[in-house]
C-alpha cells in the first residue's frame, strides 16, 4: 500500500550548519512531492515541491532532491537559522489522487 | 485572497457524541482535503472532495464522514466519538483538480473527547 517514511524523527543543528531529512515512497507511480514547515501552533505551509520530472530543485537555502530509481527524496536546509526550527512533513502523491504523508521531523536549531 | 478558515478551532466533546467540523476555502478553490494529525502518526488523510464529490478516501472507519456544498465549503462529521478521535483536524484547500496542486491548509480544529 501507499507509504512514505520519514528519517530522522527529531534533528538538532548548530546554527549556521546544514540539515538534512529524508523520505523514502512505497509507490513508483509517484510524481509529486511536497514538504511542508509547520511551527508550533500553526498550520503546515509548502516550502518547497518536486515533480518526478525533475532531479533537484532550489528556493535560497532549501532544495530538495529527488532520486526515481531508489524511491527516496531529500530536504537539504543549508545555513540554518533559529527560525528554522519546526517540524517538517514530507509527502507523496499516490495514483495522481491524494498525498500521503510521512511522520515528520522535529528540527532544532542551537543558537 | 483570505485564508482557509476553520470553525470552530476548539471543541471538547465526550464519548459517543457526534461533531460537525466546518472549512471554508480559499476563494476560487473547488478542492478540499481534510487530515487527522495527531503526534505519533502525523498527518492522515481522511478524505478529498471537488465539486460537491467524494473524490478519495483515507483508512478511516465509517464514523468519519464529509460533504461538500455548491459553494465549495465543507464540513466533517464524526458519529460516536472514542478518546482516541482527540486530535487536530486540518482541511486544506487547491485551485486545481488535481491533488498534486499545492495544498493551502487551515489553522485547524483541536478535538478533545473526553
Known amino acids: 500500500g501507499e507509504n512514505v517514511e520519514q528519517h530522522p524523527s527529531t534533528l538538532s543543528v548548530q546554527e549556521g550548519d546544514s540539515a538534512v531529512i529524508k523520505c523514502t515512497y512505497s509507490?513508483?507511480?509517484?510524481?509529486?512531492f511536497p514538504w511542508y514547515k509547520q511551527e508550533l501552533g500553526k498550520r503546515p505551509q509548502l516550502i518547497i515541491d518536486?515533480?518526478?520530472?525533475?532531479g533537484e530543485k532550489k528556493d535560497q537555502r532549501i532544495a530538495v532532491t529527488l532520486n526515481k530509481t531508489a524511491k527516496h527524496f531529500s530536504l537539504h536546509i543549508t545555513e540554518t537559522q533559529p527560525e528554522d526550527s519546526a517540524v517538517y512533513f514530507c509527502?507523496?502523491?499516490?495514483?495522481?489522487?491524494?498525498?500521503?504523508f510521512g511522520t515528520g521531523t522535529r528540527l532544532t536549531i542551537i543558537p | 485572497k483570505a485564508g482557509v478558515t476553520q470553525t470552530p478551532r476548539y471543541l471538547i466533546k465526550t464519548r459517543g457524541q457526534q461533531v460537525t467540523l466546518s472549512c471554508s476555502p480559499i476563494?476560487?478553490?473547488?478542492?478540499v482535503s481534510w487530515y487527522q494529525q495527531t503526534p505519533g502518526q502525523g498527518l492522515q488523510f481522511l478524505f478529498e472532495?471537488?465539486?460537491?464529490?467524494?473524490?478519495n478516501k483515507g483508512n478511516f472507519p465509517g464514523r468519519f464522514s464529509g460533504r461538500q456544498f455548491s459553494n465549495s465549503r465543507s464540513e466533517m462529521n464524526v458519529s460516536t466519538l472514542e478518546l482516541g478521535d482527540s486530535a487536530l483536524y486540518l482541511c486544506?484547500?487547491?485551485?486545481?483538480?488535481?491533488?498534486?496542486?499545492?495544498?493551502?491548509f487551515g489553522p485547524g480544529t483541536r478535538l478533545l473527547v473526553l
Open positions: 472532495y471537488f465539486s460537491e464529490t467524494q473524490r
Open positions: 476563494s476560487g478553490h473547488r478542492s
Open positions: 486544506a484547500s487547491s485551485a486545481g483538480d488535481r491533488l498534486k496542486e499545492t495544498q493551502y
Open positions: 509507490d513508483s507511480a509517484s510524481n509529486y
Open positions: 518536486i515533480r518526478s520530472n525533475v
Open positions: 509527502a507523496a502523491s499516490f495514483g495522481n489522487e491524494k498525498l500521503t
